[in-house]
């Protein structure tokens, strides 16, 4: 594995002053130098099947003693928890649920393992616990038709902090349970219907509670601190405009708070904020996505990630020194795994890395020899790195000419240069997300298929400071529509591609952004995959959960006082001018792009004697979690494409 020679690799550091610039990556601008490299040795073995089996690994955390790891993994199947011995070896299953579960958090004395749970993907979570010795489960919170999600001890392990939403509310409060009284207190009470309070933080003395507050438009946030003992919170935040505060982590000491925020220069940065004075100190000023990580625990460095053009690295900032220094991880994407990252003793550092060629795992970074060692082991036997595709960091600019959209783009081997080739435009969700240099099962399969890649961050995507990531809003649909076109027109230019043969194809908004490319441009398009889509401005609000309904009223305006413009953005009504086949996928219990809306694009595309294939997977939510579910999907999407856009015939398998 490349990835496990790069960690092996004794890499210097590198080391920057505060707040001094990131170097820009080289991206390239001109389709003519997108170039597909040539290979001896690769094969067409990336299947769906084998591709859905590899792992994956989700949230992890420390125990208090150092010595286990606990992680979400699929390995068998579903999101159940895992242990696994901190300097790597055979992990072992905890617990054992046909229900996903995520955000474990080890209780301090090491007793219990706190973590969430939902039921066949509704996002109706319970809180539960776990003992690590005995496997024994007890479900805390029991309420299903509330959800309580982020389980967060406090110091002395007594008290459990978690966020707790009603399934017709669309507010997040913050509700602490006391373990041995076994009863609630409500922390925060009667938040406006339009925030929602996120992201509990404990001061180290167990007395207070640090928090962020959201906006439902997704521009404007704060951060309070709430004393535990009389529910009294105070805004440390105060300002005027739309500002994004963020809490990531409290001092030692209790006096600061680590933040990140737009407020400095409209990118989000990181800074230091004293409670007693609200007076923030910037450690970053830069012009990408900087995120802040935790304080080592005895407070005298914090840790932040940099997110510039879709790679992240992890940083370490020194307070005596005013030095930071970046660590030494292989490229792609790095950001520190858990409820604290750092062990105990302020040695080690616990991190996600995941790349383009490889499943995200979890590694373990050693301060004293500046070496990591792998922790868990995702890439399954019979899938190899070097069938993989790295993807090409490109810019081309919007048809507007406002923006420069940044994209990846993922190019087959072997490949001649004769404009016969299938290529994909892959469209992220969010719209506030960004497509990074991640592992793809499917885009690797489709690229060792023999279909080229693209995938764009459209305006509205996070990574690129705040007046990119507003520019649509209440234009959902409409510049970023043309953001996506013209990456199909930025393709073709390569010579690679047959423009008769360019597919679109996303999940949730990304969904929506497909509906919308082959309905407001039916001639580009030779197919269509909306997976998990909504389709009617006016059903969606009408029949999503409360939370999301607030952020499409925030984000589009009113649906009566702008009906011509919520008309204009569904696709719905424009069912009668689509040409290209769709396949549309959907989960039964999705409470964000509820099924209805995949099945009233499927009748009326039907009714006027259009393709819409479809499939509804009842016992999933937003998203398919099940292996099973998730082989079954995307094998339909595989047979699908290369039923109606099959790839040239390229010999791009060359065996010596």
């Not at 792998?374 to 890439?379: C, R």
């Not at 013209?486 to 497909?514: C, F, H, N, R």
């Amino acid at each position: 594995m490349r990835a496990l020679i790069a960690f092996a690799m004794a890499i210097p550091m590198s080391t920057l002053v505060a707040a001094q610039t990131l170097p820009v990556p080289q991206a390239v601008t001109d389709p003519k130098q997108i170039a597909s490299k040539p290979s001896g040795t690769v094969e067409r073995n990336l299947s769906i099947e084998k591709l859905y089996m590899t792992r994956q690994v989700g949230q992890a955390d420390w125990s208090p003693d150092g010595k286990t790891i606990v992680f979400v993994s699929n390995i068998s199947g579903r999101n159940n928890l895992w242990l696994v011995p901190a300097e790597g070896g055979w992990p072992t299953q905890l617990t054992v649920s046909d229900q996903r579960q995520t955000a474990p958090a080890w209780s301090p004395d090491g007793k219990w393992i706190a973590y969430q749970s939902d039921y066949d993907g509704d996002e109706q979570w319970d809180i539960f616990i776990v003992s690590p010795k005995t496997g024994q489960v007890v479900n805390l919170t029991n309420t299903r038709e509330i959800a309580e999600e982020d389980p967060t001890w406090s110091p002395d392990g007594r008290y459990l902090a978690y966020v707790v939403k009603p399934k017709t509310s669309s507010v997040f409060e913050m509700d602490v349970f006391d373990m041995v009284m076994r009863r609630v207190q409500h922390l925060t009470a009667d938040t406006p219907k339009d925030k929602m309070n996120v992201g509990p933080v404990w001061s180290k003395d167990g007395k207070w509670l640090a928090y962020s507050q959201h906006q439902a438009k997704g521009t404007d946030s704060n951060i309070f601190v709430a004393e535990v003992a009389t529910g009294k919170s105070t805004l440390l935040t105060k300002h005027s405009g739309e500002q994004i505060y963020t809490l990531d982590d409290f001092s030692p000491d209790g006096k600061t708070l680590l933040i990140t925020s737009n407020a400095e220069n409209g990118y989000e940065n990181v800074g230091l904020l004293d409670i007693a004075s609200k007076k923030i100190s910037w450690l970053t000023k830069d012009k990408w996505e900087i995120n802040g990580g935790e304080f080592s625990p005895d407070g005298k460095r914090v840790t932040w990630t940099a997110d510039v053009d879709g790679n992240t690295d992890i940083f370490v900032h020194d307070f005596g020194t005013g030095k930071t220094t970046s660590l030494p991880l292989p490229q792609g994407v790095n950001e520190p795994s858990g409820k604290s990252s750092a062990s105990k003793d302020g040695g080690r550092l616990l991190y996600y890395h995941n790349g383009p060629t490889a499943p995200g795992d979890l590694w373990v970074y050693q301060s004293a020899s500046g070496k990591s060692h792998q922790v868990t082991h995702s890439l399954i036997a019979g899938l190899r790195s070097e069938d993989m595709v790295e993807p090409y960091l490109v810019h081309y600019p919007s048809k507007d000419g406002k923006w420069t959209i940044s994209a990846f783009v993922y190019v087959p081997y072997n490949l001649p240069r004769n404009g016969q080739h299938p290529a994909i435009v892959y469209v992220h969700g969010g719209p506030t997300s960004q497509t990074v240099n991640a592992f793809s099962r499917f885009i690797q399969h489709a690229a060792n298929q023999g279909y080229i890649v693209i995938a764009p961050n459209y305006r509205g995507s996070t990574g690129y400071g705040k007046e990119f990531q507003q520019a649509n809003l209440f234009d959902m649909g409409g510049g970023d529509l043309q953001d996506v076109l013209a990456a199909a027109e930025w393709i073709k230019q390569t010579g690679y591609v047959d423009p008769k043969k360019l597919i679109v194809m996303g999940g949730s908004y990304g969904g929506y952004m497909s509906m919308m490319a082959v309905a407001k441009a039916p001639e580009v398009w030779a197919a269509g995959v909306p997976i998990v889509p909504f389709v009617n401005y006016f059903t969606e609000i009408e029949n999503e959960d409360p939370v999301l309904r607030e952020m499409d009223l925030a984000t589009m305006g009113d649906p009566v006082k702008n009906k011509a413009l919520f008309e204009d953005r569904s696709p719905i009504f424009f069912v009668d001018k689509i040409k290209a086949p769709l396949l549309l996928l959907a989960g039964g219990n999705d409470p964000r792009c509820p099924k209805s809306e995949t099945l009233q694009v499927v009748q009326a595309i039907k009714k006027q004697g259009g393709v819409a294939d479809y499939k509804i997977y009842e016992n999933e939510g937003h998203g398919f979690s099940r292996v099973e579910n998730q082989i079954d999907a995307y094998k339909r999407v595989s047979d699908f494409l290369k039923a109606h856009v099959p790839p040239a015939d390229c010999s791009c398998e060359l065996k010596p």
